[in-house]
Structures are given as structure tokens and as C-alpha cells.
């Protein structure tokens, strides 16, 4: 199995708790179903993609599937982040 810890450079805060990092191992775990239903919930948000799973906001959403987190804690990650957070997602759905 791979490694789908993402590692926070500094803490992140949100809702009153501290994460050091986030664990995206429930990546594995998603099904095509829940696949449409990222693909529903990005493009009912006003966000259009050629491909979805390219785009950072799709990566929030299926992030928060594998997680069980609100997609606004993904939203919410500094930028540097959030691109380590989308690389991840990426290399698990081209993988």
C-alpha cells in the first residue's frame, strides 16, 4: 500500500483543533460511486474542468470522501498544501 500521509510543513488549524498532517489512506478504500458523486458535487459547485481530477478543487472533494472531513478543512489549507494534498489524490486516481 502506498503512503497517502500528507505532512503539514507548519500546523493547521481548523474548527479549534491543530493537525500536523492528514492521512489519505481512505483513497483506497473509495468506490466509482463515489467517484460520480465527487464528479456531481464539482460540477454543481460552479467549477468547471476538462478533466476533473486534474483541478484542485476536485482533490478537496475526493479528499473529504477518503476522509470523513469537511471539504472546506481541504479548502481551507494554505496553498502549499493544498498542492501536496492534489498531487497525492492525482497520483492515486492515474495510478
Not at 493547521?12 to 460520480?36: Q, V
Not at 458523486?37 to 486534474?54: C, I, P, R, V
Amino acid at each position: 500500500m502506498r503512503d497517502y500521509v500528507v505532512e503539514f510543513k507548519n500546523p493547521y488549524t481548523f474548527e479549534g483543533e491543530e493537525f500536523s498532517k492528514i492521512d489519505l489512506s481512505g483513497l483506497e478504500n473509495l468506490s466509482t460511486k463515489d467517484l460520480i458523486e465527487a464528479d456531481k458535487q464539482f460540477n454543481t459547485s460552479g467549477q468547471m474542468a476538462l478533466m476533473n481530477e486534474m483541478t484542485t478543487g476536485y482533490s478537496c472533494i475526493v479528499a473529504s470522501k477518503a476522509t470523513g472531513k469537511p471539504v472546506e478543512f481541504f479548502e481551507g489549507l494554505p496553498a502549499g498544501e493544498g498542492l501536496k494534498l492534489k498531487n497525492t489524490v492525482m497520483g492515486f486516481l492515474n495510478a
